[in-house]
């Protein structure tokens, strides 16, 4: 790692990269990593245990937190000035079970709460530990494959790029739920419910950098949809379904069971390319972006350098894609080329049960 590489928080703080896992599963729990910016390497430095199953992480300066995807759902808080992540107090419950998600707010986490179907508001003290929730939204309804959605099952939650929405993605009903925090109380405020295809399944989404877009990544059907962003009414519309594998075409999208199971969407900083790790089809998939963001074109596919990528994640610099593969227990990284946006593998590096990477 160059000594004179400028991390996202600020002048003369090195950029590292954070690996979840799930220790049910025989991983370490959190990692921690040095990036080397101009070959995408990671080298781990340390890890810790203190929270079974941290399936997801988010950074805010030095300190990085993570959700405990248990039927004990919990949130924790960590310390990352030493080369291995420190618990900086015990998890704290989130009211809810399988936690899959969190988003840092201002003062606040918010957790997606998978097996229970909602989402959670936890305050930010100012050492950076957790306080007990504050505020929860329960979502309602279900979806036609019912071995999967007989109840609703909030799979992310993230603000919108104007910190005013909180956009939460729910595989069981088939829509992005869409609520406001009061950064104040910590109350949680439904304010509407965009529906999506009846089956799709919507796992995770993306905004298009201008804000203007965001991009749903389906699990139950390989397709990701495109919805335009009303920011100042908070209004999700969705505008049409694109494949993000080969062997789908866009009418017969969803017609039949599917061994490809979409985890993760990645946009580029420029708007021009979409990436989306597919399951069981071991896949990288690469979409091309109009300029208007309106649609999105399946331009090509290459493997994920492993099983099962879980994770998805773009490094700082924009020049590096990085798979979490949970199957074959390892983290692959490739160089994007800037003109075709197709990954070239480059690298990887062991972790057990991998679920996510972040940086910061």
Known sequence: MSGTQTGQGGAGRRTRAFIGSFTSAGGPGVLAADWDPRTGALTVTGASDAVPDPSFLALDGDTLYAVSETDHGAAAAFDITGPAPRPLAPAVPVDAKGPTHLAVTPGHVVTA??????????????????????????HQGSGPVTSRQAGPHAHQVLPDPTGRWLLAVDLGTDSVEISALDPATGGLRPHGSAALRPGTGPRHLVFHPAGSHAYVLNELVPTVTVCRWDAEAGVLTPLGETPVVQDVAEGAAGDVESPAYPSEVVVDPEGRFLWAAVRGADTLAVLALDPSGDTARLVGSVPCGGRWPRDLTLAPSGRHLYAANERSGDITWFTVDPETGLPERAGSVPAAAASCVVFG
């Open 113 to 138: 709460n998978y097996t229970s179907g909602s989402v959670s508001a936890l305050p930010r003290n100012a050492d950076g530990t957790l306080g007990p929730v504050s505020g929860q939204t329960a």
